[in-house]
């Protein structure tokens, strides 16, 4: 009876029906980011791109030489209806644009991008790619933050679902924010995810030093076929997910008075409010 029960459910999960999840998370917490563990970065067909786990983050660079000031590494996994594609990351040796971006497999080109960039003190800008060289402006606003995508660690999200693209940015410790920018479009409902840097050489427009050395340190990337809606509050290790080791690490910053379990204020204090923000910011 036992042993048939247990061949039915084992015949039923073996015959199910194949569920094809696309959706994946990669913190390079093991070290690599090609090793296919959970998924493999590789070169834009369109851009040239230099990149490396340092640490457990992605570090995206220029190439030497490049062209043209772009660097874009990307993950091949198919969305075939619409993705959110995020990354928490920050930006190094600005000026510059540091974005998320969703376009076709085959071009690199054709799809949509959301930046964060160092002009005016962090602007968000929306644009769709259609050919080399032909962008099309969808939208674009500052961010109404005291500082700039130089300051530390910065979420930005594109999400293309059902004829609406949007972009939107925030900071660690935030709760998840409206679009800054949506714009009607239906171009391209698919494609694969990719960050891509941009380096803006003397900077004249937008401030800074100049210079081709723009990097970003990526500290996770992740694309989900429904949109992603949680604000990574709860995120205590910076892993890109929120489960027990986030537990733990925000007893052990509290224990230890650590700027990670201080969330509420009075801030430079630990007491309860601290353990409130980190349940509400867990749960969400
Ligand atoms: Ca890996
Ligand atoms: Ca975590
Ligand atoms: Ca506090």
């Given at each position: 009876?036992?042993?048939?029960?247990?061949?039915?459910?084992?015949?039923?999960?073996?015959?199910?029906?194949?569920?094809?999840?696309?959706?994946?998370?990669?913190?390079?917490?093991?070290?690599?980011?090609?090793?296919?563990?959970?998924?493999?970065?590789?070169?834009?067909?369109?851009?040239?791109?230099?990149?490396?786990?340092?640490?457990?983050?992605?570090?995206?660079?220029?190439?030497?030489?490049?062209?043209?000031?772009?660097?874009?590494?990307?993950?091949?996994?198919?969305?075939?209806?619409?993705?959110?594609?995020?990354?928490?990351?920050?930006?190094?040796?600005?000026?510059?644009?540091?974005?998320?971006?969703?376009?076709?497999?085959?071009?690199?080109?054709?799809?949509?991008?959301?930046?964060?960039?160092?002009?005016?003190?962090?602007?968000?800008?929306?644009?769709r790619g259609d050919v080399i060289g032909q962008?099309?402006y969808l939208g674009g606003g500052s961010v109404?933050?005291?500082?700039?995508?130089?300051?530390?660690?910065?979420?930005?999200?594109?999400?293309?679902?059902?004829?609406?693209?949007?972009?939107?940015?925030?900071?660690?410790?935030?709760?998840?924010?409206?679009?800054?920018?949506?714009?009607?479009?239906?171009?391209?409902?698919?494609?694969?995810?990719?960050?891509?840097?941009?380096?803006?050489?003397?900077?004249?427009?937008?401030?800074?030093?100049?210079?081709?050395?723009?990097?970003?340190?990526?500290?996770?990337?992740?694309?989900?076929?429904?949109?992603?809606?949680?604000?990574?509050?709860?995120?205590?290790?910076?892993?890109?997910?929120?489960?027990?080791?986030?537990?733990?690490?925000?007893?052990?910053?509290?224990?230890?008075?650590?700027?990670?379990?201080?969330?509420?204020?009075?801030?430079?204090?630990?007491?309860?409010?601290?353990?409130?923000?980190?349940?509400?910011?867990?749960?969400?």
């Amino acid at each position: 009876m036992l042993t048939t029960t247990l061949a039915v459910a084992l015949c039923g999960v073996a015959m199910g029906p194949p569920k094809f999840a696309p959706d994946w998370l990669d913190n390079f917490n093991d070290g690599s980011a090609t090793d296919g563990s959970p998924v493999s970065w590789v070169d834009s067909p369109a851009f040239g791109s230099a990149f490396e786990v340092v640490d457990g983050d992605l570090v995206v660079s220029m190439a030497p030489g490049a062209s043209v000031p772009i660097s874009s590494p990307r993950v091949g996994n198919y969305f075939a209806d619409g993705a959110s594609v995020r990354a928490r990351m920050v930006a190094v040796n600005g000026p510059g644009r540091y974005t998320v971006a969703f376009a076709d497999a085959e071009t690199g080109i054709k799809g949509y991008v959301a930046s964060f960039s160092t002009c005016q003190g962090g602007r968000v800008e929306l644009f769709r790619g259609d050919v080399i060289g032909q962008i099309v402006y969808l939208g674009g606003g500052s961010v109404l933050w005291p500082y700039s995508p130089v300051d530390g660690d910065f979420y930005v999200q594109l999400d293309v679902f059902e004829g609406v693209v949007s972009a939107r940015v925030w900071r660690p410790g935030e709760a998840f924010p409206e679009a800054a920018i949506s714009a009607p479009d239906m171009t391209y409902p698919d494609g694969v995810m990719s960050i891509a840097i941009q380096d803006f050489g003397s900077g004249a427009s937008c401030g800074g030093i100049g210079g081709t050395d723009t990097s970003a340190v990526v500290r996770f990337a992740q694309a989900a076929s429904n949109p992603l809606t949680s604000s990574g509050r709860g995120d205590i290790n910076v892993d890109g997910q929120q489960d027990f080791t986030d537990v733990l690490a925000f007893l052990t910053a509290f224990a230890d008075m650590g700027g990670a379990a201080d969330l509420a204020e009075p801030f430079g204090q630990w007491d309860f409010s601290d353990v409130v923000a980190f349940l509400v910011a867990f749960s969400e």
